[in-house]
């Protein structure tokens, strides 16, 4: 199978400036590679440095040491030193990552929050509006909510919201944070389904699953990290 | 007007230099004439003098007139279009005393003619200059009162205002309401005002054979058009510029291709529509042409090609 | 872009400009591709605006170059050209959003004539096509076409300043210079403000360079982030990795001391 993503050697410090200068190491040369076509859960304690490899899989943090290779267009990208604006083309065609927070401009409509992935890549507005409109009734978002903007809308709401926008568009990789964290037992069905449809479709998804159920129903494989020692 | 119609008579004072400025001034200010020749349409920075008139009484006007004049001029003043009017005869009478030269009131006849808000009807010809009194120079000056910025954006020839303006009044008016100083573009390139002539006056200024030199005083700028220059109203593709009409013509002459003037002539409100060019309906008049309100021939006097030395 | 598909629309080159022995800017280089929205933020006083000043061409560095490439391909150095070539760029490949529209408006004539001036002074002469550009963009910035004859006083701020944003589009410029867009508007206007220009930027592929003091703002319009602090770029990069990930201890400062960005 192909390798869609990969780490070689990924460390990541942070350093705290305003705190003394402190350092708090959180990965130490991790390998990691994600194939077409698998789902890879991310395992391991709390502070196993799950979160920031995810992070750095998304370019959202920058490594200290070490390369990630995203598969985009055909070639290898290395995100951890390409130019900002490749970056920007390669998750809009390549590589995306949902959290459990939506973070968009207020005001837009939770229709267009959800098309604009799609939008965005040259898909024609009816198209994209009509896919969207799909995936909010996939997730129950009411109609009635569909041309709200969702600041106002609950926390699960939002989630879901942002769940839809991160599949609005099949990308080749998904990264999923605690995707299925708070939602009630149908939306995570719901969520479970979509992973695995896309999985099916010969994407490679990396996920933070806390739920052991969810992990068991969408995880090819662990991926196991150990709590880093915080440098003297 | 004198009672038998000739040009009121001066008698030469001789206490002043040839046309009251001294010769340096009037250097001074051929060399502005000569520059704006050069460049049609662009202001000229002067050195204006003090006159013994008032700003607004064509101060700017007179000084050109006096640069250019020479002893065998033939001068025509006209004010609205009027020979007889206050302005045009203190002029007049000014440069008589001044300069000793000839006057008429025979557009064909001078060699130079001082103008205040009109171009004579008659077609000017070859050799003849006519001299605009201005009042406001710039064209720009009512969007952008700084005079370093309006200087900079006729240097870049950034007039997109000028056609806001237009924009504006067809938005507010349906039409291009601007009537007097309509601006245009002179050769091609600078945007100037005609002064407050008639808009119906500017299609004389295009490709005239005359010089046409523009002073004002107060605001010391001259420019000017050399002759047969191309001068365009500005105007859009679908509002064209166009010319005041009237539905009849002069009450006296019967001309219908002059501009009217709107003469009330009782208190009841009657009112009547003769020539402005009062030269040019003068001699319509002595050419036999009658309007439908010219009093019976004689009753007026004799008119028009009066002169006096 | 790194790979050189694509050529910078505009390049800074070692910017310094002092205002006598103040130094604004310090040695500033950096790049704008086309479609890309690079916010400069930074505390008042940090040299952001005098940068944005340098990079659209009102300006004039005491050190450096800028080159801005041209719809034709060609790279001009901005202040090289003569001021007539330069402001012709300027006009027909750039707009300028000031902070205040007062500024950046004829605040004496309509909302119409606003939109339709940079087309005039263009040469466009059909007054029924200006106005219905005019009208065409007045919707696109949310502005009742029945407005389109009322002058700019009688608008809101948030109006003003998207008046000003249709006035500066309305020629299809491929960047856009944009001083605190936000700035001196309510909060909820200053959302409404953010949609539309996230959408237009998207709409008609402008490279937009923003300077903002607002870390939320920067977040939610740019792809490519630069922090500025004593006129030195103390940090640059990708717009979340920067707000999430800051290396620099005044970055880290800054994005510690703001309300959730």
Known sequence: MTVMIHSEGLSKTFTLHNQGGKSLPVLNGVDFAAEAGECVALHGPSGSGKSSLMRCLYANYKPTAGRVLVRHDGTEVDITNAHPGRIVEVRRHSLTFVTQFLRVIPRVATLDIVAEPLIQTGTPEESARTRAAELLERLRIPQALWELAPATFSGGEQQRVNIARGFALPRPILLLDEPTASLDEANRDTVIELILEARAAGAAVVGIFHDAEVRGRVADRLFSLSAQKAAA | MMADGTAETARPDSGYNFAYLDEQT?????????????????????????????????????????????????????DQGADDTTNAVNIRRFFARTANVATTERTQEASLIQTRHRIPETQLQEGQILVYQVPIPEPLRWLEPRESETRKMHALSEYGIMHVRLYEDIAQWGRIANSYDYPVQVNGRYIARPSPIPKFDNPKMDMNPAIQLFGAGREKRIYAIPPYTKVKSLDFEDHPFDVETWDEPCALCSARNSYLDEIVTDDRGTRMFVCSDSDYCGQRRDAGHRGHQAPPAGLLGQTGGKENR | MQDGQQAPLLKAEGITHNFGALR?????????????????????????????KVLSGRLAPSAGRVTCRSDDGLAHDLYALDESARRQLMRSQWGIVEQNPRDGLRMGVSAGANVGERLMALGQRNYGGLRATALDWLGKVEIDGERVDDLPQTFSGGMQQRLQIARNLVTGPRLVFMDEPTGGLDVSVQARLLDL????????????IIVTHDLAVARLLAHRLVIMRHGEIVEAGLTDQLLDDPQHAYTQLLVSSVLQA
């Open chain 3, 197 to 208: 220009l996230g959408g237009l930027v998207a709409q008609l592929d402008l490279a937009a």
């Open chain 3, 24 to 52: 604004a800017c310090d040695d500033i280089s950096l790049e704008v591709f086309p479609g890309e929205v690079l916010c400069i933020a930074g505390e008042s006083g940090s040299g952001k605006t005098t940068l944005l």
């Open chain 2, 26 to 78: 009037k250097r001074m200010i051929r060399r502005a004439i000569l520059k704006a020749l050069a460049i049609p349409g662009h202001q000229v920075p002067f050195g204006s003098r003090e006159m013994p008139l008032p700003y607004g009484w064509g101060t700017g006007g007179i000084q050109v007139t006096a640069s250019v004049l020479g002893p065998d001029d033939r001068l025509k003043v006209i």
